[in-house]
């Protein structure tokens, strides 16, 4: 797997992915950009689960 297998990861859902942890971690563009692909997708699951967890304390006050 050379290049790291940007060629083959669709833009949009990338941008997806940046825009909800730059958003979330309050991380910079570099600096997501700089994480293996594997720890992004860790990092996407693990604060998924956060905002889960903290939406269903909203809702059930």
Do not use: K
């Not at 940007?6 to 941008?15: H, I, N, T």
């Not at 309050?26 to 720890?39: R, T």
């Not at 860790?42 to 909203?58: C, D, I, K, P, Y």
């Amino acid at each position: 797997m050379g290049g790291g297998g940007l060629g083959r990861y669709a833009p949009d859902e990338l941008w997806q992915e940046l825009a909800f942890l730059a958003y979330h971690l309050h991380w910079g563009f570099d600096q997501l950009l700089d994480l293996e692909h594997g720890d992004r997708i860790r990092l996407l699951t693990e604060v998924g689960s956060l905002n889960e967890r903290a939406w269903q304390g909203v809702q059930h006050g």
